[in-house]
């Protein structure tokens, strides 16, 4: 078995410095070179490159497990595993089903069409009054919608905020300490606060989030007492366990809004590196729909998700043993050049839209209809403003192998055309 050393991955992320690899960039470069060889071993598990490969471990759960050993590179702690692997994210069907089947109303077609006019307000005020840094801005937009959709209070947002900067960055100290003002949070919102640690845990362990768990469940209870129309407020009428529903709260709170705070300003920076497709859209609004396709496969949010292996099987002609580490790379797979013509090409008009950015599968992300809703409202806005977008100092990106982050998106409003 032939053994690869990359520069891509730190499997003990805390002690390993080679999430800085992607302060600079994906490393597009390497894996071009590995996607040659499909499947390949790297340190403890296998790096799936190819996109027909990851689809066929995306959609086949009885052989590529989310359950077995969860979903991040990263190993749980033991103590920790049977916690997490009750999040939706970590189960199989048919208990993910049944969890999924919960949260479905939130996202159907109509339900995003009703959401439509409120998102597009949102994203024009926000474009329209940019303070400066795109990247900082536009995180509010999909803080505003999952606020609105799960039920938590406006006024308690910056919560949302906080927890995904915290799970998020953990591998980037400025990301992760970033906070935001608690003035007019709600009296439970600040009580949960008092419990926020700062004493360096995990905040991906069950003891890393007090603050977290002490809100949902005071925010449950009231839910329950006083229900509406949105997300927790159904799932106060469900049967489900106090680890499901603590997990579902985690999930929504930190997943749902991260990849799409990140893909937004990635969209963004596609556009300023090429100029010419940025005036391309500018001048025909039509393509703004594959435009928003092709941010999300050039820039791809999530890097990597992570499977066991649950019997011995093969993948393109690579020999896998049960208990084996599976790791599918959707960075690679969406510039497979057996997919995508000039996969490293941003092309504003391309019709080859069969990216991964949202997953396969039986885990195809729930909100991603949400999500292309939010980033075309944002684009329509910046196609509004009177002249383009320019970059204005220096990207700085998040420090992280798992999210292609945007800390700070530098620009200016030029009037040149």
Same mark, same amino acid.
């Given at each position: 078995m032939k053994h690869v050393r990359i520069p891509f991955y730190a499997d003990r992320c805390r002690a390993d410095p080679r999430p800085d690899t992607y302060t600079s960039g994906v490393p597009h470069d390497a894996l071009t070179r590995l996607r040659e060889k499909?499947?390949?071993?790297?340190? %403890?598990?296998? =790096?799936?490159?190819? $996109?027909?490969?990851?689809?066929?471990?995306?959609?086949?759960?009885?052989?590529?497990?989310?359950?077995?050993? =969860?979903?991040?590179?990263?190993?749980?702690?033991?103590a920790d595993l049977a916690y997490v692997q009750r999040m939706m994210l970590n189960q199989d069907p048919p208990s993910h089903s049944r969890l999924r089947r919960m949260l479905t109303q939130a996202f159907t077609p109509r339900a995003v069409a009703l959401l439509e006019s409120r998102i597009r307000?949102?994203?024009?005020?926000?474009?329209?009054? *940019?303070?400066? %840094?795109? =990247?900082?801005?536009?995180?509010?937009?999909?803080l505003l919608t999952l606020a609105d959709i799960f039920g938590v209070p406006r006024c308690d947002r910056a919560l949302l905020y906080d927890w995904s900067n915290?799970?998020?960055?953990?591998?980037?100290?400025?990301?992760? *300490?970033?906070?935001?003002?608690?003035?007019?949070?709600?009296?439970?919102? *600040?009580?949960?606060?008092?419990?926020?640690?700062? %004493?360096?845990?995990?905040?991906r362990a069950r003891d890393g989030m007090p603050d977290l768990y002490a809100y949902a469940h005071a925010l449950g209870a009231y839910k329950r007492a006083h229900p509406s129309d949105d997300v927790l407020s159904n799932l106060m009428r469900e049967d489900i366990s106090l680890e499901e529903f603590e997990n579902l709260f985690w999930l929504f709170s930190v997943a749902g809004n991260e990849t799409l705070r990140n893909g937004i300003p990635g969209g963004l920076?596609?556009?300023?590196?090429?100029?010419?497709?940025?005036?391309?859209?500018?001048?025909?609004?039509?393509?703004?729909?594959?435009?928003?396709?092709?941010?999300?496969r050039w820039w791809t949010p999530v890097m990597h998700f992570r499977r066991t292996c649950v019997q011995d099987t093969s993948l393109s002609g690579q020999e896998i043993r049960a208990g084996d580490k599976v790791v599918v790379w959707f960075t690679s797979a969406n510039r497979d050049e057996r997919v995508f013509s000039s996969p490293d090409r941003f092309d504003v008009g391309r019709r080859e839209a069969d990216h991964l950015s949202f997953g396969h599968g039986p $885990?195809?992300?729930?909100?991603?209809? *949400?999500?292309?809703?939010?980033?075309?409202?944002?684009?329509?806005?910046v196609l509004d403003l009177p002249g383009v977008l320019e970059l204005d100092g220096e990207i700085s990106r998040l420090r992280s192998n798992f999210q292609n982050g945007v800390k700070h998106l530098p620009v200016r409003l030029s009037e040149k055309e």
């Open positions: 499909d499947v390949v071993r790297v340190g %403890d598990f296998w =790096a799936v490159l190819r $996109h027909a490969d990851v689809k066929t471990v995306l959609r086949t759960p009885s052989v590529f497990s989310s359950h077995r050993g =969860a979903t991040q590179i990263r190993d749980p702690q033991p307000a949102n994203a024009l005020e926000i474009v329209s009054s *940019l303070s400066g %840094d795109f =990247a900082a801005d536009v995180a509010d937009l999909p915290r799970v998020i960055g953990f591998q980037d100290p400025e990301y992760a *300490l970033s906070s935001s003002s608690t003035t007019g949070m709600t009296d439970m919102a *600040l009580k949960a606060l008092e419990l926020r640690p700062s %004493d360096g845990r995990d905040p920076i596609a556009l300023l590196s090429h100029p010419s497709e940025y005036a391309r859209l500018r001048a025909d609004r039509t393509l703004l729909p594959l435009a928003v396709e092709e941010m999300l $885990h195809f992300c729930l909100g991603a209809q *949400l999500a292309r809703t939010q980033m075309r409202a944002v684009f329509e806005a």
